[in-house]
């Protein structure tokens, strides 16, 4: 299915999609795809931030047997790599991490929001957030199917991988969305995917430690989020047209 422009649809409308999305990646991880010991649960948040999709480890001992899922050792393959191995200094970054009670977070999978970047203090916040799980050895998958903004002018992943490596990044010609998956350690490893509206979502690796790996399976549960939207609400993301009653 292609991907659709959501720069067109109301903020609202987005939120909703972004929930339904959020547990269709969920339960698509939980179903077979994570290794033994490791869960990924929506975290509950409270306001206007987003929730993300999380993966937990149950227990310390998870990764030395770690067995049965699809998680691999072998490299992923994407359009760009970069790497770095420079320490992360966050200038906002007061946060304190807070285990889960089923075990330490290990990856955090965040689904870029309007509200992420509404102004320079919420794209500042969403960038320090994610340099913090990278400081604390948590990696991250970012997905963002919003363009450009005078804030994030080349895209979100150069917003965040300024603050570890200043280097030039431009997207190709028609893509300006952005799929990149971080993996945190001594090396720190970016594995970006330029996407565009109208494109099928490739699988994306999520690192759950260096050198171990799980595709997450972007295009089936999209279709599925979207297969399950309201038909009026299809229709307003389509069209751009959000006059329809309960399309305010």
Do not use: C
């Not at 320090?128 to 903004?149: A, M, S």
């Not at 030039?168 to 893509?175: D, L, Q, R, S, V």
């Not at 565009?196 to 999209?222: K, R």
Request: charged fraction near 25%; avoid cysteine; hydrophobic fraction near 40%.
């Amino acid at each position: 299915m292609p991907l659709h422009h959501w720069s067109h649809a109301l903020p609202e409308l987005f939120h909703d999609f972004h929930q339904s999305w959020s547990i269709r990646i969920k339960d698509a991880l939980n179903a077979g795809r994570l290794p033994k010991g490791v869960i990924a649960l929506v975290e509950q948040k409270a306001g206007a931030v987003q929730p993300d999709v999380v993966a937990l480890e149950s227990r310390r001992e998870w990764l030395a047997d770690a067995r049965g899922g699809t998680a691999t050792t072998t490299r992923p393959v994407t359009r760009l790599v970069r790497r770095s191995t420079k320490e992360i200094y966050a200038g906002r970054a007061n946060r304190i991490v807070l285990k889960h009670h089923l075990g330490q977070t290990i990856a955090v999978i965040e689904i870029v929001s309007p509200g992420n970047k509404h102004s320079r203090g919420a794209l500042h916040d969403f960038v320090d957030k994610t340099l913090e799980f990278l400081r604390h050895g948590i990696h991250v998958l970012v997905i963002d199917l919003l363009p450009p903004t005078p804030r994030d002018p080349f895209g979100i992943h150069k917003a965040i991988w300024d603050e570890i490596e200043e280097e030039p990044f431009t997207f190709p010609e028609g893509k300006d969305r952005i799929l990149v998956s971080y993996e945190t350690g001594a090396e720190r490893a970016a594995y970006i995917e330029p996407v565009g509206v109208g494109d099928v979502l490739p699988e994306m690796p999520l690192f759950l430690a260096n050198d171990l790996s799980v595709l997450v399976p972007l295009e089936s549960t999209y279709q599925a989020a979207w297969s399950a939207a309201p038909e009026e609400f299809r229709v307003a993301v389509q069209t751009a047209q959000f006059d329809s009653p309960g399309i305010q």
